[in-house]
């Protein structure tokens, strides 16, 4: 099988394929499940030819679509290590020193955040990282409160975030128990960050109304625009009103590597918690993402004990203590495979590469004639729409979607759709190092060239019968 990928990697010559989507759905529904068994080779001859032949490749130069990156070849052998093994690091005595070597990769990150007794655990992703820290927020403003007094304070809670952070704050709010209007949104300033003043304003406004503020949830990397919020202020405000911090830099995590550009994460080490995703920046394969702690003692606000899990007479380091999930892959080897088999500082130089190729890409943009740059970025996102010179603003608007649809349909060029102050837009996220700038202008091109053929079509006025009748002699 390994062959079978390096085989497929190795001659995409697209990002995907332009099979139509009801015929990949023809081909799965066709399967028996419970058919005989096809036997060990023909199973991969089948995978080969069902997945394979038709996946995505995110390390093509093509794919500039979603915070998806490719994979460090170290993380990928380590994969197959802890797939084949089937480590849980859930307790000590099913991952003996698999446990420890998460712990060094825990230690590792915090401090590069800036927490020297920082604690954390890996996690599924940015969205169980916020999750949890959401939880332990709430945990902590619930701290001996109990009965009906429990069940009112936190019907009180709220959530203080900004109008561009993740979905997934919403919804822990929701999986949480909290009250519908528990997410206060916070405007932001016109290049999207959180605006401070108008924070301290929603905060007032909440304490005003009786609420509760039980966190302020900031994004060090927003997933529209790549921008990451002011830290500095937003730790003042949290210190002086004693209101969890939280940071999301599931997608900016990577500037703790930045030969050049860490300084804008200054004041994440001020967080209470930290999402980090490293199948981001860091370039593991799915899922490698991780909760971190300013102080090991959060974890204990929700501790579960459970005797078969944590036995009381052991002080052996079970991490089910510190994490939502109780069986939970060996992750943490991916990254360690990298960081000894590439190097941190090869890492940063690579996140240090994709912005500045963003940067360039902007450039390209606002230069050209028929292109309009949306917004600027502190990562690597290129936010942009088709809009020449008198195109009117719905006319631009409508054609957002069939362009993107349009290459994802041939699959030779795969771009994402966003929605910037209530206006579509088309959204590159580059994340591949090896992308070059010449080819991403070309591309760019071709999106302008195919938005013209597009516009010129939904434009063109409607024969008359005597044209018509003049364009058939």
């Given at each position: ?128 990282s916020n999750m949890q820290a959401l939880f332990l927020a709430r945990e902590a ?333």
């Amino acid at each position: 099988m390994a062959g079978r990928v390096a085989g497929r990697l190795g001659a995409a010559s697209a990002p995907a394929t332009s099979t139509p989507i009801d015929e990949l759905r023809r081909r799965v529904e066709d399967i028996d499940m419970d058919a005989e068994p096809l036997g060990g080779q023909r199973v991969l001859e089948e995978i080969d030819r069902l997945f394979l032949q038709e996946a995505v490749w995110f390390h093509h130069p093509d794919y500039l679509a979603h915070l998806n990156c490719p994979v460090d070849v170290n993380a990928v052998a380590a994969e197959t290590a802890l797939a084949a093994v089937n480590t849980s690091v859930d307790t000590y005595d099913q991952s003996r020193i698999a446990t420890l070597i998460e712990r060094k990769l825990i230690d590792w990150t915090t401090g590069k955040i800036g927490f020297p007794q920082g604690d954390g655990v890996f996690t599924s992703g940015g969205t169980q990282s916020n999750m949890q820290a959401l939880f332990l927020a709430r945990e902590a403003a619930l701290h001996g409160f109990s009965g009906r007094q429990r069940s009112e304070r936190q019907s009180r809670l709220v959530i203080l975030t900004s109008e561009e952070s993740h979905f997934s704050v919403d919804k822990s709010a929701l999986l949480l128990g909290l009250a519908d209007d528990a997410v206060v949104t916070v405007r932001s300033d016109v290049e999207g960050r959180l605006d401070p003043a108008a924070l301290e304003e929603s905060l007032k406004g909440a304490l005003n109304a009786g609420k509760v503020p039980m966190a302020i949830s900031a994004t060090a990397g927003t997933t529209d625009r790549g921008m990451i919020d002011p830290l500095p202020d937003i730790a003042r405000i949290a210190e002086r009103y004693d209101i969890w911090f939280h940071a999301d830099a599931a997608y900016g995590g990577a500037l703790l590597l930045s030969p050049t550009r860490r300084d804008l994460l200054s004041g994440i080490e001020r967080a209470r918690s930290v999402t980090v995703d490293f199948h981001k920046g860091f370039f593991q394969p799915v899922s490698s993402s991780a909760l971190l702690l300013r102080d090991p003692r959060d974890f204990r606000l929700g501790t579960w004990h459970a005797d078969y899990l944590n036995p009381e007479e052991s002080d052996e380091p079970n991490q089910v203590d510190k994490s939502l999930q109780t069986t939970r892959r060996f992750d943490a080897l991916k990254l360690f495979a990298t960081l000894r088999g590439t190097g941190a500082d090869a890492l940063g130089r690579a996140v240090d590469r994709v912005v500045d190729l963003a940067h360039e890409v902007h450039e390209v943009v606002e230069k050209h004639p028929d292109l309009r740059l949306v917004s600027g970025s502190d990562l690597s996102t290129v936010v942009f729409r088709w809009q020449p010179e008198g195109v009117t603003d719905v006319d631009a608007d409508a054609l957002v979607a069939p362009i993107r649809r349009h290459f994802q349909e041939a699959g030779s060029l795969l771009v994402a759709k966003t929605v910037i102050a209530n206006r579509p837009c088309l959204k590159l996220t580059l994340l591949n190092p090896g992308a070059e700038l010449d080819r991403i202008a070309e591309r760019l091109e071709e999106i302008a060239a195919t938005a013209a053929r597009m516009h010129e079509h939904t434009t063109r006025p409607t024969p008359t019968y005597e044209e018509s009748l003049n364009e058939t002699k």
